[in-house]
């Protein structure tokens, strides 16, 4: 059920909308690939921040949920969350953060991921006393160049490390892998996984992510947990990138033009603290829903610019939707995101729960 | 007194911090100048939202404030706040945002801008049974090619109009100029003022501004007020354009190395959720304080790549501190800021109260 006009029009602008029948179905869509593969998914909630919306992933048959940051889960873990199962893709470094993830693992089944030997022997010291061992996964880069051991062999090396340190129990493989090497990537997984298994130690979760090869994350057999993050709103970027179409965009800005110039060019109240600066490889800021002639060529930061080599046709007032380059980023501005759809008959308003958190 | 190691070593990353002593000697700077050559300031809160920051600007001489949004003039306003002259550049369009500004004007001294009929007519209609008018300048597009009216002429006929206007008084010219065009900018205000006073109405306020050229804003002569906005932080971008030196970089992002893959790459806690992906035309995302020979060369989310020609020397566990390109922006991501100096002799945690009013 589609936002209605007068529902539009009954609110304030610069405003982020979510139609939750799309984003439900693009959560069935990837949940049906994967149960169909035997595959797992944990779905990275840096995408929606709402502990709503990964209950909806969840009941779609979900295992657990990724979260990059301890504050990102403690947030999607509170209130009257049923989150229990978290891992976090991320070297936890430093007292403050280590002591929250003692609490945490206190409350629910909780895994992060490590890189080095420095970061290990933080989580050994932190959880050496502690009832339960930390599972600990051994953070890949094949290829994407940020974080991440950088051979199967650094990976068995730190395995080893892991499975030996006290408070800590080795859990598998993760990886960020760089779009179009799927090759190098499963090559780099499976002689990592073979060499760890060599030392009699089990790999029992070989973890990859992202949204744009998705529907080929069973390709690689040694996969056996998927985190896809933006597939459950969808964006320009993955529009381009031929990952899925307009109507599959769940995430919309909706901005009232403020000013029309020129008759071809108009100025709306969402400027880059509504879509945010990031590009993504791409031209302009942004697609309006139903005007593939313009450009949202230049952003302020209450300010965006639209241009068109036609007439414009827009007058102050009207208003318009805008399907953003990278819906992650753009809820990650807002205090509230309206909600419609998946059960939500009309719109609510709903607060973005992990918004900010990025301790 | 700037924030000693223990104090740093005490803070979680990433983090932004505000040396307050900076903050003021920039501030002061530039009311100097101002009140040297009889221009009054009216600083732009959108780099600090604090209210605590805008007292400071206050206190040094600015004769009011200068918000983008209504909701952000709402906070600003807000609890004990004794701000009570706000100028809201933006074209108020809506309902919603009307009877907002209604009850804002109730409270304190309130001026706006308009650049076509439309924002005009429903301003007026919005304040015609007020007891107060509200006060309305045109807003002028000199080069910017943003909002605004496009001629002298044009400004002439709005401020005719809004002079007729019922529950308005004509308030006088506000411009965002384009950096490097001062001539054409004081030709185009010159102009358009002595258009609207042939027609006997008086022009009292001609506002600019932009902290690039700040220090030449006396230089047209036909400007009474000026509206610097990052002045009070400065940032990478400032420092690229010759506006300021680094120690006059009020704002820093704390973060911490949390892997160290290669010799010469490092990976910080702080990505575009504390850095924001604005370039401004410059490479890299940051300037590592003490560290020239670092780029920071790619940002995701909760992730900062560094790299370096040279060995990168860091290890995890190790803080740094980062200029970010934009400091405004910045401001806008985190729920708080870390603030020391001007009378705060310890580091003191400050909500960021406008931060996200972008209604």
Chains 1, 2 share one sequence.
């Not at 982020?16 to 944990?42: G, P």
């Not at 599972?135 to 080893?160: F, H, K």
């Not at 033009?257 to 969402?270: E, F, G, K, L």
Request: proline share 6%; hydrophobic share 40%; with cysteine.
């Amino acid at each position: 059920m589609p936002f209605t006009p007068k529902e539009l029009a009954a609110i304030s602008t610069p405003a982020v909308l979510i139609d939750l029948d799309i984003a439900n179905r693009n959560v069935e869509r990837f949940q049906r690939y994967a149960d169909a593969h035997e595959l797992n998914v944990r779905p990275h909630i840096k995408t929606h921040k709402l502990p709503e919306v990964a209950q909806m992933q969840l009941s779609a048959g979900a295992i657990g949920i990724t979260c990059q940051k301890v504050s990102e889960a403690e947030a999607m873990v509170s209130g009257n969350s049923k989150i229990d199962d978290v891992l976090i893709t991320y070297n936890i470094v430093g007292e403050d953060k280590l002591e929250s993830l003692r609490e945490l693992a206190k409350r629910i089944t909780l895994s992060v991921v490590a890189d080095s030997k420095t970061v290990v022997d933080g989580l050994s010291q932190t959880f050496n006393k502690e009832p339960q061992p930390l599972t600990v996964l051994v953070e890949s880069d094949t290829g994407a160049q940020r974080c991440g051991v950088l051979s199967p062999d650094a990976a068995q090396d730190l395995a080893t490390y892991i499975d030996a340190a006290p408070g800590l129990l080795f859990g598998g493989l993760m990886t960020y892998p760089p779009a179009g090497q799927e090759a190098s990537v499963e090559a780099f997984m499976k002689e990592a996984k073979t060499r760890i298994e060599a030392r009699g130690i089990p790999v029992p979760v070989v973890t990859s992510g992202g949204t744009p090869s998705m529907m080929h994350a069973a390709e690689a057999v040694v996969t056996t947990e998927y985190r896809p993050g933006t597939y459950v709103y969808n964006d320009r970027s993955l529009v381009a990138r031929g990952a899925c179409e307009w109507d599959d965009c769940a995430l919309n800005v909706l901005a009232t033009v403020v000013s029309v110039p020129t008759p071809n060019r108009a100025i709306i109240d969402a400027g880059s603290k509504a879509l945010t600066s990031d590009l993504l490889g791409l031209t302009g800021y942004g697609h309006v829903v139903g005007r593939d002639d313009i450009t949202i060529d230049q952003l302020s930061e209450e300010h965006g610019r639209l241009i068109s080599a036609e007439p414009i046709g827009l007058v102050v007032g009207d208003r318009i939707r805008i399907v953003p380059n990278h819906a992650c980023v753009v809820t990650n501005l807002v205090d509230t995101v309206i909600v419609k759809g998946h059960g939500r008959a009309v719109p609510e308003t709903l607060p973005v729960t992990a918004r900010g958190k990025i301790i």
